[in-house]
């Protein structure tokens, strides 16, 4: 793997991270009186293209580096603060989101349809 291409996987790396954080953090998003998890989606579509994306970069497990930044974001963001926070755990939304979450891009690499990393020269 090319020096450039574990910059971006890193960088690709952060933004599994940040997805995660942006995901648990509007997961009690509420229209009216109904929660919409929409971020459940939202985050889980996002992680499909960084693996799509990890993938044109390497073709080693290396490539599932952004869903394990999200996980570690959703471990991050969980759990209860130190103001006393509700732990999230027990909310359906939080299941819809880690299955979508990390569904999505499961999915998308056991399809088979994941591009061939660029040159490695």
Known sequence: M????RVLL???TLDGFIVGLLSVAFLNVYVGSVP???T?????????VLLWLAAGHTDTPARM??????VIAMGFGLFAGPGGDA????????????VFGAGIPVVVSWSGRLPEPRGTS
């Open 2 to 5: 090319r020096p450039v291409d």
């Open 10 to 12: 890193a960088v690709l």
């Open 36 to 38: 919409v998890p929409a």
């Open 40 to 48: 459940a989606l939202i985050g889980g579509l996002a992680n499909g």
């Open 65 to 70: 580096l952004p869903l394990g930044g999200w």
């Open 87 to 98: 732990l999230l755990f027990t909310d359906w939304r939080t299941l819809l989101l880690v």
